[in-house]
């Protein structure tokens, strides 16, 4: 029981660190490439 939980533990730190790189990668991407910012946007 305690192996499965700090597996799923484990996967969903994987996940949530990963979904939050992909989207700090992303923002920058669009700020720094496509010149958008929240101001522009706006």
């Given amino acids: 029981m305690d192996e499965?939980?700090?597996k799923?533990?484990?996967t969903v730190?994987?996940?949530a660190i990963g979904l939050n790189v992909?989207?700090?990668g992303g923002y920058?991407?669009?700020t720094r490439?496509?010149?958008i910012t929240?101001?522009?946007v706006r």
Avoid: E, N, P, Q
Wanted: glycine share 4%; hydrophobic share 55%; net charge negative.
């Fill in 4 to 6: 499965d939980t700090s």
């Fill in 8 to 10: 799923t533990t484990k």
């Fill in 13 to 15: 730190w994987f996940w």
């Fill in 22 to 24: 992909i989207a700090w």
């Fill in 28 to 30: 920058l991407v669009l």
């Fill in 33 to 35: 490439v496509m010149g």
């Fill in 38 to 40: 929240f101001d522009s």
